[in-house]
């Protein structure tokens, strides 16, 4: 993940407060399960940066926290320098978890990268990842998410194109079920049907796909949300038959998405966010069930579109219909179950 420039949108805490809301349902208890802590791009998220945030009011009670390319060791071969940035979560958790700062396990669990293109060898850098963890470390994050269009590109990885299909991605992919370890998948919906075939490839591997897939609404597919929407549902649907596919629900703030909340004069409403969401929220949830969907907050990166209260705020307003076991699996038991919390 480059550390030069960047795609997201600016915190603007003056903008952000702006509106304030009352917390709903505040003792649901939640696990947030992808949120990034960095020192890069001008934009420090530390432990006490996320505490402040859940400081708002809602009962988070554990996190995972996903690779973002921070605090990588430059001592250590390039293989194995991710490994600063589990050593660095694993600081941060232990803050955590002395209780100074309340109840909540900060990345209780962590997904980390690993170049999966090392084939067999990236087996070394996967058992330094797991020794470096001490119980925390869950998985790998190798972000895919390619588009020819540059306009379309909505992140800050660019790897290149049809790495899900590469051979020797897969025979790292390969390494990580019999370590105990998933893979979270981060791509656009363009590359889905590259999903669907790793998934169906490697049914033992628990996969959690990042931010519903990433339906595209930049670049050529601004102003065209209705046809964006019905491709994207049409290869959600077809990745409900891999029982090891999960959702993460959220990452809606991103630009990607295109919805520009931050060009508003005030922040969105709750209301106003799920009113927004909801065919998209109700279409994973119908597809996929409770017990493969989990609520995600994308903190910092979504923070430059609304605040860490309102969200959870509008995804309870989106759940407002299930009943208390679904609830109690979209925010925090698919989560643990899936990250072995």
């Not at 949108?9 to 349902?25: G, K, N, Q, T, Y």
């Not at 990842?129 to 909505?154: E, L, M, N, T």
């Not at 370590?179 to 999903?195: I, K, N, R, V």
Request: proline share 6%; net charge neutral.
């Amino acid at each position: 993940m480059s550390n030069t420039t960047s795609p997201h949108l600016a915190i603007r805490p003056e903008w952000l407060s702006l509106l304030e809301e009352e917390i709903i349902d505040a003792d649901l208890p939640i696990v947030d399960p992808h949120h990034h802590l960095w020192d890069h791009l001008g934009n420090r998220y530390f432990l006490h940066d996320i505490l402040q945030d859940i400081a708002s009011g809602h009962r988070i009670t554990a996190t995972v926290t996903i690779e973002c390319g921070a605090m990588y060791n430059p001592f250590l071969s390039s293989e194995l320098s991710p490994i600063g940035e589990t050593q660095f979560l694993c600081g941060q958790a232990s803050m955590a978890d002395s209780g100074k700062y309340g109840e909540c396990r900060i990345s209780k669990g962590i997904v980390g990268h690993a170049d999966l293109r090392l084939g067999s060898d990236v087996q070394s850098v996967l058992q330094a990842h797991i020794q470096a963890g001490g119980g925390r470390f869950k998985g790998v994050r190798h972000s895919s998410v390619w588009h020819p269009d540059p306009s379309a590109r909505g992140s800050l990885s660019n790897p290149p194109p049809y790495l899900l299909t590469d051979p020797n991605f897969r025979k790292g992919f390969a390494q990580l079920a019999p370590l105990g370890l998933s893979f979270d998948a981060w791509m656009y919906h363009s590359q889905l049907p590259e999903l669907l075939d790793l998934a169906r490839a490697f049914p033992e591997t628990k996969i959690a796909l990042n931010h519903m897939g990433g339906f595209n609404g930049i670049g050529p597919y601004s102003g065209k949300r209705e046809a964006v929407f019905a491709e994207w549902k049409t290869m959600m649907k077809d990745l409900v038959e891999c029982k090891n596919v999960s959702i993460k629900i959220g990452g809606m703030g991103m630009r990607l998405f295109g919805f520009n909340l931050a060009a508003k004069e005030k922040p969105p409403s709750s209301l106003q966010l799920a009113e927004m969401w909801k065919p998209y929220v109700e279409t994973v949830i119908e597809l996929f069930g409770a017990k493969r969907c989990m609520f995600e907050s994308n903190f910092p990166v979504d923070k430059g579109s609304f605040s860490y209260s309102v969200l959870w705020n509008a995804f309870k307003r989106l759940s407002h219909q299930a009943n208390a076991n679904e609830k109690n699996d979209l925010f925090n038991q698919t989560a643990t179950r899936f990250y072995n919390l």
